[in-house]
């Protein structure tokens, strides 16, 4: 009767330890993109102007997205400029784009 106990204990203690092990395997780990601070960051609610997938927007609420503009950079030589996919503001002078 006690091997009995003694068996189910360890065999429960077993199942639970090998639950928690599986809960975050070790080499899902290695490619998640965490921050210095160890906080992902996707792209969400933002209030200012970023660069995202269909271009430089803000998206204040959930579910809405307003074109925008960052600010223009100190100069006199920079304009905004499209070309294909890349958005943003191009130095006719030194011809390099911002940021």
């Not at 360890?10 to 160890?38: E, H, M, Q, R």
């Not at 920079?78 to 503001?89: D, F, K, L, T, V």
């Amino acid at each position: 009767m006690k091997l009995t106990k003694i068996a189910a204990f360890s065999a429960l203690a077993l199942v639970a330890s090998a639950a928690t092990a599986s809960a975050a395997p070790i080499t899902g780990l290695a490619k998640a993109p965490v921050a210095d601070n160890g906080v992902i960051q996707v792209h969400g609610r933002h209030d200012r102007c970023e660069l995202g997938q269909g271009g430089w927007h803000r998206s204040p609420r959930r579910g809405v997205r307003i074109v925008c503009r960052p600010g223009r950079p100190r100069g006199d030589h920079w304009m905004w400029r499209s070309e294909g996919p890349r958005q943003g503001w191009w130095d006719s002078r030194s011809r390099r784009w911002y940021r």
